[in-house]
């Protein structure tokens, strides 16, 4: 299991489609449709019936989607938790005169 396939899973369970999520998450409907294979193999359980349009959860697929949000929250907090850890914060910006781009 990885973390993109939990994104994929919780983008559907938002935005309410296969398409949808592919549209927010910047990639192709496909690769949304191979993370949630992926994630189907992986757990043993068919995460979405198929047979309706669009696909809806199972059972399975509802207990999943609300374990993965809390994956995804927790996974994006840690750069907020660390924080006070990290020694510098902020944006770098570096200058350089033009006659010295033009050599390079």
Known sequence: MSI???????????????????????????????????????LGVRLFDRNRRPPKLTRAGAITLARAKTIVAQYDDIFDALAEARPYRGLFQLGAITSVLTSL
């Open 4 to 42: 993109r396939q939990f994104r994929a899973l919780t983008a559907i369970g938002e935005f309410g489609s296969f398409a949808a999520a592919a549209r927010d998450l910047n990639i192709t409907q496909s690769a949304i449709s191979m993370q949630i294979n992926a994630l189907e193999t992986r």
